[in-house]
């Protein structure tokens, strides 16, 4: 039966959920487990990728280098893995430094659209013989040909395989099927798919991808990860494996790192808030969320409003900026208009 | 006055973008466009215009020197650091607007004057043009900067397969500009670019903190300088004042194109070919005779 190379994003997607602030005492410690599991790829860093601690999307209180030096020290089986996204992390302040630290698993990232802008970063990873994935986020906002298009492109680039995210929870199964299909049409290299749970389709868009052919999924630990966070790993390998699909993970240790990510990690689990459901409707970036609540408070304007607002506007992961222009426009008009 | 002749490297957005502009100045002629493919949209374009156009790159000017007084190098960061000694050695002046970094940044409302000593001059980056001055109005109005971030947002369609390729000299640059021109030493530079139809506008947000926070003097210098760079890119405009978000100086602008050769979304474009317009124009208007005399010195 057909086995699926799981990454596990806790400490980089779940950092989301964490304003950025996961310690290195936090990652030594889910390191050990995830470890011990039998976890393949553990990707840790900021929520964004290396080179993106910043004012936009949050700062970290620790440089990239530590937080993947502390990551590699406790990772004697797991491949360690990071999220790179060229426009924030540059090839010689980030990458180097990075495969420095010891990283094995280079994910190069761009928006769903923006393949091109990935060529040189895969290319510098491939030479310096690391293992490269091409990811393309938001890509609900891609046709499903399109999404196609760039994939090609990160695989004539060099990238071995191909992970295509669900950045917004926008997705339905059915919509996950048909991407994976006609990206293995066209796609020599595994395909891949990260999703998010605003509208509680995480596990079920996960296994619409397995079926329907993709070797690689996300997961992590109680679903840890930005707005209403990502597929729960660990219910993600007992449905895989109650389906027949391989994982090489011990499941036990699994529920028991699960528990630690629980006790050391979380200060709330992850649920569909409301703003969550509206911020997947809107196809717009879960990782948002907290800077939405945060701003529409300031500007006393609801963050539902905001969220359609940047949806219209089809703003992408990055332009975390806008939230306070569309802000101070609503909070403009509802001012001319009371 | 008789017009400074100049010539273009580089057919792509850029270079068009400025054979237009070079066009309409009163203070400027255009010699030559030069590229590497006849056949290339803004080739055809120069072509239509009755432009002298070559396909044989810098060896064009080498071997007609007496084409243009000035360069505008509009090509890749790479290609710059080869042409730049070559047009030194022939005697002139180069308007540099690939993030090589070779000669002085020029961001011309702050340092216009204090370029025109310059054989080379940089223009820094889109962001740059954009950023730079709100950065400088910031050291201005503070004693001193901790840390200085600048996000800009430009339209997919504007960001041709050179700016793509040199998104990671565009990040150092624009963020050593930012060092140069504020004095504060931790910078970061992050480019988003947006595919979404209609085309977005460019846009810039400067983000700073400051132990000891002055607004509304901030306010002031920076809609003086904003209005100074208005006097040479019409659209820049201000789409969120100086404002204090989340213990930070927060401040947006936009920037329209005039529409030259892409649509006005793409105002990244034309705040840097505005800029090194506005620049080669105070070289015209400042020439020392011996400037003016085609050929290479001695």
């Not at chain 1, 929520?47 to 937080?67: H, T, V, Y």
């Amino acid at each position: 039966m057909n086995k699926i190379l799981i990454s596990d994003p806790t400490l980089r997607d779940g950092n989301h959920a964490a304003n950025h602030q996961i310690s290195v005492q936090q990652i030594a410690a889910y390191c050990d487990g995830a470890d011990a599991a039998g976890v393949p790829i553990v990707e840790v860093g900021h929520g964004n990728g290396i080179g993106a601690s910043s004012l936009q999307l949050g700062e970290s209180p620790i440089p990239d280098f530590d937080i993947l030096r502390t990551a590699r020290e406790h990772l004697p089986h797991s491949k360690l893995g990071i999220h790179v996204i060229p426009g924030f992390a540059t090839i010689e302040k980030d990458l180097k430094p990075a495969i420095r630290a010891g990283v094995d698993v280079v994910r190069v990232a761009s928006h769903c659209t923006e393949a091109d802008i990935t060529e040189r970063h895969i290319g510098f990873a491939r030479e310096a013989g690391k293992t490269v994935f091409g990811v393309l986020m938001m890509s609900h906002m891609a046709s499903k040909e399109l999404l196609a298009e760039e994939a090609k492109k990160m695989e004539s680039y060099g990238a071995e395989g191909f992970i295509f995210m669900d950045s917004s929870g926008h997705f339905l199964p059915d919509d996950v099927t048909e991407r994976v299909k006609t990206l293995l049409d066209v796609l020599e290299i595994p395909v891949g798919f990260h999703a998010h749970n605003n509208l509680g389709m995480a596990i079920a868009n996960s296994i619409a991808a397995a079926k329907a052919g993709a070797t690689m999924l996300d997961g992590t630990a109680r679903g840890f990860g930005a707005g209403s966070g990502n597929a729960q790993l660990e219910v993600l390998v007992a449905v895989l494996e109650r389906l027949g699909f391989k994982t090489g993970i011990d499941l036990y240790k699994l529920l028991d790192l699960s528990d630690l990510a629980d006790r050391e990690l979380l200060k709330e689990i992850p649920t569909i808030r409301s703003v969550s459901v509206v911020s997947g409707l809107a196809g717009v970036f879960s990782g948002f969320t907290k800077h939405v609540y945060r701003i529409a408070k300031q500007y006393e304007v609801d963050p539902r409003d905001v969220f359609f607002e940047l949806g219209k506007r089809g703003v992408v992961a990055g332009q975390e900026d806008l939230i306070i222009e569309v802000a101070s426009d609503l909070a403009r008009k509802a001012k001319a208009s009371s | 006055m008789k017009k400074l002749k100049v010539a273009i490297i580089g057919s792509g957005n850029i270079g068009t973008d400025l054979l237009i502009k070079v066009m309409r100045s009163p203070h400027l002629e255009c010699g030559a466009f030069i590229g590497r493919n006849l056949s290339s949209p803004g080739m055809a374009k120069a072509t239509a215009m009755g432009m002298n156009v070559s396909s044989e790159s810098i060896s064009y000017i080498e071997s007609n020197p007496d084409c243009c007084e000035l360069v505008f190098d509009a090509t890749s960061a790479v290609d710059h650091q080869r042409h730049a000694p070559i047009l030194r050695k022939l005697g002139k002046i180069s308007i540099d607007l690939t993030p090589a970094q070779v000669g002085q940044m020029c961001v011309p409302a702050v340092n216009m004057r204090e370029c025109l000593s310059e054989d080379n001059v940089n223009m820094v980056t889109c962001g740059g043009q954009a950023s730079i001055p709100v950065a400088y109005a910031l050291a201005q109005s503070h004693s001193g900067i901790d840390y200085i971030e600048v996000v800009s947002s430009i339209a997919s369609r504007s960001a041709g397969p050179a700016t793509r390729r040199n998104l990671d000299e565009y990040i150092h640059t624009t963020e050593n500009g930012l060092r140069k021109f504020s004095g504060c030493r931790r910078t970061k530079a992050i480019l988003n670019l947006n595919p979404a139809q209609p085309c977005v506008n460019m846009q810039t947000t400067v983000m700073a903190k400051v132990s000891n926070p002055k607004l509304d003097e901030f306010t002031k210098i920076f809609q003086k300088i904003a209005q100074t760079i208005r006097e040479y890119v019409p659209g820049y405009e201000t789409v969120v004042p100086p404002t204090i978000e989340n213990n930070r100086i927060f401040t947006m602008v936009r920037v329209r194109g005039l529409g030259d050769y892409l649509p006005a979304y793409a105002g990244n474009l034309d705040i840097i070919n505005c800029a090194a317009i506005a620049m080669a124009e105070e070289y015209a208007k400042n020439r020392r005779p011996a400037l003016t005399e085609a050929g290479a010195p001695k």
